[in-house]
């Protein structure tokens, strides 16, 4: 019988745990190693955009873009099995335009996000996720913390 999801989108914030703990395991659950593609994505805030922009020299972000690809690769070596195949994205811009555009330029049949949880205040969850659940056009899963109350 062939699977429901073949491709997964996993957005994650590299520097909060929470955003993956539990989302990563649900991710893994749907797409099985003989069949499925798991495309793992962390969103950089778009600098440029903001006041933020105008400290930094013009090579900063590439600088910047480019440290995160290498964390990303690290933590797909660290967090995912070797017999799926996973594919590391670094996108740059708001949160959930980016997780949106990302799901129809990869053509994944599902997203698999972290929801709310306190430390990550408002940057992968919260107003985000309510934003990639109304408006993707895939199904979206969103996995609850270990502190949802």
């Not at 955003?19 to 099985?32: F, M, Y």
């Not at 990303?72 to 099995?81: D, I, K, L, S």
């Not at 195949?85 to 599902?110: F, K, S, T």
Request: hydrophobic share 45%; glycine share 6%; with cysteine.
């Amino acid at each position: 019988e062939t699977p429901m999801f073949k491709t997964v989108l996993l957005p994650i914030d590299l520097s909060t745990p929470s955003s993956w703990d539990r989302a990563l395991p649900a991710a893994l659950r749907l797409c099985q190693p003989e069949w499925g593609v798991l495309h793992v994505a962390t969103v950089v805030p778009d600098f440029g955009m903001s006041v933020v922009g105008s400290y930094f020299d013009s090579g900063f972000e590439k600088k910047a873009l480019h440290e995160i690809g290498e964390k990303m690769a690290a933590w797909v070596r660290e967090n995912v099995p070797g017999d799926l195949e996973v594919h590391p994205h670094v996108l740059h811009g708001r949160v959930y335009d980016e997780i949106i555009n990302a799901a129809d330029r990869l053509e994944v049949d599902a997203i698999v996000m972290a929801s709310h949880t306190p430390e990550l205040s408002d940057y992968l969850l919260g107003p985000n996720a309510a934003r990639v659940v109304r408006h993707a056009k895939q199904s979206v899963f969103v996995v609850r913390g270990t502190d949802a109350s």
